[in-house]
């Protein structure tokens, strides 16, 4: 076993008796952790004074009595565009690579942190002209292109606060999340490249604006050269914008919980969440975990591969790196264009050494076979990340081998949309001790995290419950836009004093975390947070679905897939035309990502007495396994009631398999 070996869970276990089990590396990260814990004023007030405030009044951390969360950094002033980049000026990395550029056609470009400042700074000046003040809300549509960063450090840069939508998103899903934030301005580009083909995104936005009152301006970024409409007095070319445009913005100083930006996040209802984060506590968070995760030296290039559509973009290729003065590369487009070995023609041209990815992208790549990496030169890699989902062993395993040539540590991140920043993980910037394939391992600085049973009461290790976090830390989010009951009855009420995260996880004899997946009914689709009850209100929403219920499947690349059980209004009947019809018109409505991959016509769904979709149930049926453990389904339900349910749908969904 190598420090960084592939040690099979238990293995260790047996090798060691209970007293020494914790390696050196290990306690320390423990030691590190509680430290933060106890003494979150001093711990953090360190962290920060390696950071710009233009003012420190008072304590960095405020616990909230009456709530179970904290204020960070309260009264202290600082701008968070201003840390990632007026803090590089002047010293020997404004000329260092911020970022390396890949198109997905070929097209590079490069920019130090002192051009990076410049554009920065012009974007700042045509969102100020386009009349964004601080607070305001701008929305950002765009392609993975350099004008994404130069835009959102730019909204932050004026204490705006961004809104970043995913461009897979349809334009239903872009209104509506205009319209919860009540954005004034949107910044999108004429389309963006995937797969050699264009994804219309000013098409869409235009649709969208049909139905967004708050819309102001439209700020355009010439990609792909297609014609696109603009809208007189609304539309406004970023190339022509530019040029008028101030080559220095003063940064606006904000308090340490002014907003920085709203992502929206999947519920266990229908209607997206806004997690809204702060600006001072969020980047101390970064600021801290990018460095004990990642340990980018300046010998480093970071590859971060996620979008900047969610919060891994936000957090691993925005913010986080260029806290660190560290050089990154993006990367505009798929990762099997314009063959499945780009990624590792990518890594090799650019002495890629931190490459941090997904499970679903891992298994994609297990499928192609290791002739792809094969042909790349990868000895540039150093460690290895994952993020999104649990990561099967076997794919932990040929990540280390085939990617990592088994020299590189694997850091399996834990975290979520609300928690700012990674919050368990393996952190080769600050220890190194033994990792073991599909587990966390061990809580951050500060992350007081335990494993309880549906009543709180802590469980024993290696009992299978649900993760809660016990006392605030810095990256939390701070409200739900708009609705801040709601966050508090999402995430607090569950187990009061507790944060709920709803996985399920276990911790073994080591005190490793091993993070097993949702505990409620949001489905992971390689790695996408989809929530069941947002794919049923699509179905219900064609004039032929009477009713519906969605579970995730489990799937052997993407982790999970949505299966969707639809009842027909009379006078429908089920064809495979009307099935094709439905499937299009969940893409069209919530985009690719969400698109089942099975529609089984039924004529009843399992439920209970209240009427609850049994989705536990439906899993079984549909993927195929006797019923599983009733007596936790549902207390109301009797194993009898449920055994009908199942048999009940089984012969519907075996009579519409054949
Ligand atoms: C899951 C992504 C196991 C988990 C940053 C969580 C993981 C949800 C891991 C958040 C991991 C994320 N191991 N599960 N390393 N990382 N998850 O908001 O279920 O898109 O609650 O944030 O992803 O998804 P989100």
């Not at 349809?170 to 004429?190: E, F, P």
């Not at 076997?394 to 590189?408: F, L, M, Q």
């Not at 893409?587 to 536990?616: D, L």
Request: contains cysteine; glycine residues 8%; proline residues 6%.
């Amino acid at each position: 076993m190598t420090e960084h070996g592939t040690v099979a869970h238990g293995e260790l276990k047996e090798a060691l008796p209970v007293e020494t089990r914790i390696s050196p590396g290990a306690a320390r990260i423990m030691e590190i952790n509680r430290d933060a814990i106890e003494h979150p004023n001093e711990f953090w007030s360190k962290v920060a004074s390696e950071l710009y405030f233009s003012e420190r009044t008072g304590p960095a951390f405020e616990e909230i009595k009456e709530a179970p969360y904290g204020r960070w950094f309260a009264k202290w002033k600082t701008n968070l565009s201003y840390n990632c980049l007026d803090r590089w000026i002047g010293t020997e990395t404004q000329h260092k690579v911020a970022f390396y550029w890949e198109g997905e056609n070929g097209d590079q470009r490069t920019l130090t942190y002192l051009q990076l400042y410049r554009e920065v700074n012009r974007m700042a000046s045509i969102l100020e002209t386009a009349g964004v003040k601080a607070g305001d809300r701008v929305t950002v549509y765009m392609p993975m292109i350099p004008e994404a960063i130069f835009t959102m450090m730019g909204i932050v840069r004026l204490g705006a606060i961004h809104s970043v939508v995913f461009g897979g998103f349809t334009a239903q899903a872009l209104a509506d999340r205009i319209n919860d934030s009540k954005s004034k301005v949107v910044v999108t580009a004429d389309g963006g490249w995937r797969r050699g083909k264009i994804v219309e995104l000013k098409k869409i936005v235009d649709q969208a604006l049909a139905q967004t009152p708050t819309i102001e301006k439209v700020i355009v970024v010439k990609r792909t050269a297609q014609p696109v409409e603009m809208t007189e007095g609304r539309d406004v070319w970023y190339h022509d914008a530019v040029k008028g445009a101030a080559d220095y913005v003063a940064p606006v100083m904000v308090e340490g919980t002014h907003p920085s930006y709203i992502l929206y996040t999947s519920g266990t209802t229908g209607k997206p969440k806004g997690a809204c984060h702060s600006t001072a506590g969020y980047m101390v968070w970064l600021y801290y975990t990018t460095n004990a995760v990642f340990n980018i030296t300046p010998k480093d290039l970071f590859w971060c591969t996620a979008d900047i559509g969610w919060v891994t973009g936000h957090s691993y290729i925005i913010y986080g790196p260029t806290l660190r003065g560290a050089t990154s590369l993006m990367y505009e487009g798929a990762a099997d264009f314009p063959a499945w070995d780009r990624w590792w023609d990518n890594i090799e041209k650019y002495g890629v050494s931190i490459l941090y990815t997904s499970p679903t992208a891992i298994r994609g790549f297990i499928k192609q076979g290791e002739k792809w990496p094969e042909k790349h030169n990868l000895s540039s890699l150093r460690i290895l990340g994952t993020v999104g989902e649990p990561i099967n062993p076997e794919a932990w395993n040929w990540y280390y081998r085939v990617i990592g040539k088994s020299h590189c540590p694997i850091v399996d991140t834990w975290w979520q949309t609300e928690t700012g920043g990674i919050m368990i993980s393996p952190q080769p910037g600050i220890a190194t001790y033994p990792l073991k394939p599909g587990s966390g391992t061990l809580p951050l600085a500060g992350v007081d995290a335990a494993v309880v049973d549906e009543h709180g009461k802590e469980l024993p290790r290696a009992e299978k419950g649900l993760i809660v976090i016990r006392r605030p830390w810095p990256g939390q989010f701070m409200t739900l836009w708009g609705d801040h009951q709601r966050y508090e009855q999402v995430y607090f009420s569950k187990f009061p004093g507790f944060y709920y995260p709803a996985d399920f996880c276990y911790r073994d004899t080591d005190h490793y975390f091993w993070l097993l997946g949702r505990a409620d009914e949001v489905m992971k689709i390689a790695g996408h947070r989809i929530a069941t009850t947002e794919l049923e209100d699509i179905l219900i929403m064609h004039p032929a679905v009477a009713e519906s219920a969605v579970i995730g499947k489990a799937d052997e690349i993407k982790g999970e897939v949505p299966v969707a059980c639809v009842i027909l209004k009379p006078g429908h009947t089920p064809s495979p035309q009307l099935r094709q019809e439905l499937l299009d018109h969940v893409r069209n409505n919530m985009g690719p990502i969400a698109v089942p991959s099975q529609i089984y016509f039924v004529e009843k769904v399992p439920k209970t007495r209240s009427a609850k979709i049994m989705r536990r149930l439906i899993r079984d049926v549909v993927e195929e396994r006797p019923l599983g453990d009733v007596t936790t389904l549902e207390d109301e339900t009797s194993v009898e009631e449920a055994r009908r349910a199942y048999n009940e749908l089984k012969a519907q969904i075996d009579k519409a398999r054949t």
